[in-house]
Structure formats: structure tokens, C-alpha cells
């Protein structure tokens, strides 16, 4: 459901859609592999050195760069001066293609039931969690759904507001309480509102917190108990909303955010503001966690179900 083929957006949807957002990333990765090509017409541990920091700078992170720059070792070092600058890259980007491919995986979508589904998107403050559930909500309608948005980030008035501004553009109902409410009773009134008006999702808009503060993790652990009480199989889906512009921060809140609630997959927002997009293969490297969408824009149509293949490509030459 929702994966990166879905008839909302098409293949080639979500093709564009990438290719765009990846925009500032592919420049930067296109523009110093072919400076590093121009100047050598062979593959040797020199110009794989200067790879191996083209990717970091990329955050595609030390331990996956490390180990895409053994296999291009192990494939092509060594490529005769007959081969062309164009040729030597073209080979090149089909090897890191077809790796970052494979590393990256199959989208299994958004992993929903039969009845009452409850998704909650979790992540620290800044990201771009309640403009994401608004887009998370306007696919799931745009696929026949019925979905309520709860509005349990109840620590800011705005937050509400934000949300609720949202629910009348998208055209769903918000579910709210007053600030300073108890976030987990939020859930419940949403759940129990979903239950009675035969709902299929809730999508539930938490607070902003540092993931390096426990005691706003118990909270989240607390709407996950409160949720699963009241359905048995929720929440279907702990979403964790990174921001792409802070690199490699983001993977850390992905391994702490992983271990304190059990996130199920990873949503990369301001794709489009970065030229560190690879930051999307490492966290999956090294989290093991499935990137389910990307955010590539602020409007309500920018948030495409992610295709591993589609953003390979387009992270090097959007072809």
C-alpha cells in the first residue's frame, strides 16, 4: 500500500518528483565526479580516494562510502586510457546505481490492516512531522481511505492550529484537545472517533522532542500502549520524520528514535533544501530501517512514496 509504484503518483511520478527534489545533491555529485574524471583516464586508488570524499561530503555516511568504494575497486580499478572520461563515468554511476539500489530495498509501503489503522509520526522538533501527516493524510484519502488527523502534539497551541488548517485543506477531520492536554488521550479520543464514524486511519501528529530526552520518549511509549489498547494490532506504523538538511544527525536521532519507540520506517523531509541527499543510504545502511517516503516541497502534493531505484538514478544523473 503506498509504495513507490502506487497509482498515485505513477513511476514516473515519483521519478520526477525525486529528480527535483534531488536537484542540488545530483549537481554536486555529478559536477566532482566528472572534475575527477576529467582529469585522469583511469580508474586508480587516487581518483577512488577523491570518490570516497566526494560521497562523504554527499553524507552517504564512512561506513557505506567505504564499502562502495571497495566494490568500484573490485570492478573497475585499473580501466584502460582507452576508455572515455563520459564511458569511465557512465560505468562508474551504474555501479553505485545498482549498489545504492540493493542497499536501499524494497519500499513495503504502509504496512495497514483491516479496520482501524493508527500511524504515529514521531521525530524531533523542526522536522516537518505536522506538514507531513497532512501529505501522509492527502495520499491516503487520494487512495479511497477515510482518515482522521489527531492533533497530539498538544505542548504547542500553533501545532493545533498548524494542524488544523491542514484538515480543511485536505479535507479530513482533526480530532484535538486543548493545549497542554494529555497527548495520549488525544489518541483515544481519535481512535474511538475513527471506530464509530468506520474510519480506516488515524494519522496522529505528536510533539517535537530530542530524541536524547527520555522522559518525552516515555510519553511516545505511552500513546503506543493507549493506542494498541484500544486496537489490538496499533499502531500499524511509527513514522520517524527526519529532516535531509541535518546529515548525519539524522541518522543518529533514526538509531535512538528505533531503540526507545520501534519506528517501522523513516520519512526524509526538505529533500529539496539539501546537497547531502545521500544521507537516504546511510540511514538505511545503517539503521536497517525502510525509507517509506521523501519529502521533495512544501506543497501538499510533495510527499512521494520513495522508489529505491528512482532515487539511485537520480542521485547521479536523474536518467
Not at 516537518?128 to 502534539?153: F, H, Q
Not at 477531520?173 to 474510519?199: L, Q, T, W
Request: hydrophobic letters at 40%; one cysteine or more.
Amino acid at each position: 500500500m503506498l509504495k513507490g509504484d502506487s497509482g498515485i503518483t505513477g513511476t514516473f511520478g515519483v521519478l520526477s518528483r525525486i529528480t527535483r527534489g534531488l536537484t542540488k545533491t545530483r549537481t554536486g555529485l555529478s559536477n566532482a565526479l566528472r572534475g575527477i574524471l576529467g582529469q585522469t583516464s583511469r580508474l586508480d586508488e587516487e581518483a577512488l580516494a577523491r570518490i570516497e570524499e566526494v560521497l562523504i561530503q554527499a553524507d552517504v555516511g564512512a561506513t557505506t562510502t567505504a564499502k562502495l568504494v571497495d566494490l568500484l575497486s573490485s570492478k573497475m580499478t585499473g580501466a584502460h586510457s582507452k576508455t572515455s572520461a563520459n564511458d569511465l563515468y557512465s560505468r562508474i554511476v551504474s555501479v553505485l546505481s545498482e549498489e545504492i539500489t540493493r542497499i536501499l530495498g524494497e519500499n513495503p509501503g504502509l504496512l495497514l490492516t483491516s479496520g482501524v489503522n493508527v500511524i504515529l509520526m514521531v521525530g524531533v522538533n523542526g522536522s516537518g512531522k505536522t506538514t507531513t501527516a497532512a501529505k501522509l493524510a492527502y495520499l491516503l484519502k487520494n487512495e479511497n481511505r477515510r482518515v482522521i488527523l489527531a492533533a497530539a502534539d498538544t505542548f504547542r497551541a500553533a501545532a493545533i492550529e498548524q494542524l488544523e488548517a491542514w484538515g480543511k485543506k485536505v479535507g479530513v477531520p482533526v480530532i484535538k484537545h486543548k493545549e497542554g492536554s494529555d497527548p495520549a488521550a488525544v489518541i483515544y479520543d481519535a481512535v474511538m472517533a475513527a471506530k464509530s464514524r468506520s474510519v480506516d486511519v488515524v494519522v496522529a501528529d505528536t510533539a517535537g522532542r530530542l530524541h536524547t530526552k527520555s522522559n518525552l520518549m516515555e510519553e511516545l511509549k505511552k500513546c503506543r500502549r493507549v493506542a494498541n489498547r484500544e486496537v489490538k494490532e496499533a499502531p500499524q506504523e511509527v513514522l520517524l520524520v527526519l529532516d535531509a538538511t541535518t546529515g548525519q544527525n539524522a541518522l543518529q536521532q533514526a538509531r535512538v528514535f528505533k531503540d526507545a519507540v520501534g519506528v517501522t520506517g523513516v520519512i526524509l523531509t526538505k529533500l529539496d533544501g539539501t546537497a547531502k541527499g545521500g544521507v537516504v543510504v546511510s540511514v538505511r545502511e545503517e539503521t536497517g530501517l525502510p525509507i517509506k517516503f521523501v519529502g521533495t516541497g512544501e506543497g501538499i502534493e510533495d510527499l512521494s512514496p520513495f522508489d529505491a531505484s528512482a532515487f539511485a538514478r537520480s542521485l547521479f544523473d536523474g536518467v
